[in-house]
Nanobody
Framework: QLQLVESGGGLVQTGGSLRVSCAAS????????IGWFRQAPGKEREFVAT???????YYAESVKGRFTISRDNAKNTVYLQMNSLKPEDTANYYC????????????????WGQGTQVTVSS
């Protein structure tokens, strides 16, 4: 099991940047897949990006080229750098940890943080 805490959300203007962080406590952090998902009011939770234990990364098409996921195993932390933000990126952003092969689905993750709000103003 991993305990996850997100931070770094906030309010930013269209075109701006934010970096959100996911700090983990628990064993063998480097072996876990860590994903970022987001959920806007009235919408389902959707996949944003993930980095596997093998450091392979995957992105949703809607964020490809604008967002970058990375991990620092020495700090037990995963980062999501978000550039060229758009109003449609506004959501609560959650990080999640899993070891399931369903890395693009929330079903593949059994450990979740509490979320951090990102709001992009137009």
């Amino acid at each position: 099991q991993l305990q996850l805490v997100e931070s770094g959300g906030g309010l930013v203007q269209t075109g701006g940047s934010l970096r959100v962080s996911c700090a983990a406590s628990g064993r063998s952090f480097s072996t876990w897949n860590i994903g970022w998902f987001r959920q806007a009011p009235g919408k389902e939770r959707e996949f944003v990006a993930t980095i596997t234990g093998a450091n392979t990364v995957y992105y949703a098409e809607s964020v490809k080229g604008r967002f970058t996921i990375s991990r620092d195993n020495a700090k037990n932390t995963v980062y999501l750098q978000m550039n060229s933000l758009k109003p449609e990126d506004t959501a609560n952003y959650y990080c999640a940890a899993g070891r399931d092969g369903r890395i693009l689905s929330p079903l593949g993750y059994g450990n979740w943080g509490q979320g951090t709000q990102v709001t992009v103003s137009s």
